[in-house]
């Protein structure tokens, strides 16, 4: 929804409550999309959400209750009665349930808790107890199962049976008597199967399964990988204990790009949004890495006051600092960008270190001694001094290359010590960068300017 829409929809919901014509509002809100509530709702004022939300029919409640931002979710838990919490979180799939309970202070987690059912809150403490970060804790335990000796016909009447509470019905899973998993088959199968065919005869005995403690973000890539709306997540005794859905792994990839991101620019990654973080939070989070990368900057500064002698018998070296730190940094975060892409895609890996490199060597030799022929034509047109060019051109080469190979180096040794590679993007390695490129830079000018 644009901003044009949106403010069309605020302009509409606000007109019906102002005539008191909730009839009406009513039907329009079960139109609305439920992934547009969230934008709406910030729009309007608190007794507005409570009335908006109160006006739409059970089904359609759950749906945008699961879409609503955790803050919006907390008022309306507060002010809603218990037999209303009660409905919302009767509607809500498990996985959903578990999010919220997760997000939400320990006064209303207890009014959670309270209102659901025993057999229910025995999975909600299950599915607490995986690990953060792991496929038991994003699974929902909501899924169709089957048995190899029904038909088709017996299929879709379990289906049609319990398919209203369960999180998706496109995939089914066939389980034997100890719940591993026999096969499994989707709808489409199903609808152009013989209403009397077994399913043991019909199913896809190729299952791709997790365990519960398997990285989510690895879970999350599995879906890209092989085209899969739902995955199956077993645990130790390869039981099918639940599922993971393409939303959830959506959520997850979203995250931990927005967390690599964040890393990519020297912040601390922060989970709230950029408008609910504070202006105090938001400072600590920028102000570790600025610092580091600040006093790292000093060493730069050392190594130039270390050649204010060259500076004294070649003022003019003076102006290309800048240029030369400015290349190299930015030739830095080319590479460092384009290797921390390829390993978050699995496109590259360790065992391609040595090949990546040489890619990368390759390509500076050809990127360098384009830069360098273009600064020592311009150097000699504007300062007429060989040398000069000379000791610019092959610093802006070495320069190049040692930057290309740092950029692509740093991220897969991060890598290798179990680190995030992000952290080896643009703003450390610029640092590193500036300071050899400033070091090689007046190397070179002292042997052959001879100052």
Not at 206 to 235: G, S, W
Not at 265 to 283: M, Q, R
Not at 356 to 369: C, D, N, P, T, Y
Request: aromatic share 8%.
């Amino acid at each position: 929804m644009n901003e044009e829409e949106l403010e069309f929809e605020v302009e509409k919901i606000e007109q019906l409550i102002e005539k008191k014509k909730f009839n009406d509002l009513r039907q329009y809100l079960e139109d609305v999309n439920s992934a547009d509530f969230p934008q709406m709702l910030e729009e309007v004022n608190e007794e507005q959400i409570l009335l908006i939300y109160r006006l739409l029919s059970k089904e359609k409640a759950a749906m945008v209750f699961a879409e609503l931002d955790s803050d919006i979710q907390e008022k309306l838990l507060n002010a809603l009665t218990d037999k209303e919490l009660k409905n919302v979180i009767d509607e809500l799939f498990m996985d959903d349930t578990v999010d919220l309970i997760e997000e939400m202070p320990s006064n209303v987690v207890k009014r959670i808790l309270k209102n659901i059912d025993k057999t229910d809150r025995k999975i909600v403490n299950e599915l607490l107890k995986y690990p953060e970060y792991s496929a038991g804790s994003i699974m929902t335990t909501e899924f169709i199962d089957l048995k190899e000796s029904m038909t088709v016909d017996d299929a879709f009447t379990r289906i049609k049976k319990i398919g209203l509470q369960k999180e998706t019905v496109y995939n089914c899973y066939v389980l034997s008597l100890d719940r591993k998993i026999k096969g499994f088959i989707d709808i489409k199968n199903l609808l152009i199967a013989e209403r009397t065919d077994l399913l043991k005869n019909i199913m896809d005995e190729n299952v791709i399964t997790v365990t519960t403690m398997e990285d989510q973000e690895t879970v999350a890539k599995m879906f890209d990988k092989y085209n899969m709306y739902a995955l199956p997540v077993v645990d130790k005794e390869e039981r099918l204990v639940g599922i993971i859905t393409i939303d959830d792994a959506i959520d997850v990839l979203q995250d931990e790009n927005t967390e690599d991101f964040e890393k990519m620019a020297a912040l601390i990654p922060n989970e709230d949004s950029y408008f609910k973080t504070s202006v105090f939070t938001h400072a600590r989070n920028r102000i570790l890495w600025l610092l580091i990368l600040m006093i790292s900057s000093i060493v730069t500064g050392t190594i130039i006051t270390k050649y204010e002698n060259a500076f004294a018998a070649v003022p003019v070296l003076v102006a290309f600092i800048p240029m030369l730190m400015d290349t190299g940094g930015n030739c830095g975060s080319q590479s460092s960008t384009l290797i921390i892409r390829g390993m978050a895609m699995d496109e590259i890996r360790l065992k391609d270190f040595f090949r990546a490199l040489f890619k990368e060597i390759r390509v500076a030799i050809l990127v360098g001694i384009v830069l360098a022929l273009f600064q020592g034509i311009r150097i000699i047109i504007q300062y007429r001094d060989i040398k000069l060019a000379f000791v610019v051109s092959f610093s802006i080469i070495g320069t190049v290359m040692m930057s290309k190979m740092l950029g692509c180096i740093l991220p897969m040794f991060a890598k290798k010590l179990k680190l995030d590679p992000a952290i080896m993007a643009a703003p450390l390695i610029t640092t590193i960068v500036d300071t050899c490129s400033v070091l090689l830079f007046f190397n070179i000018a002292t042997i052959v300017l001879n100052v």
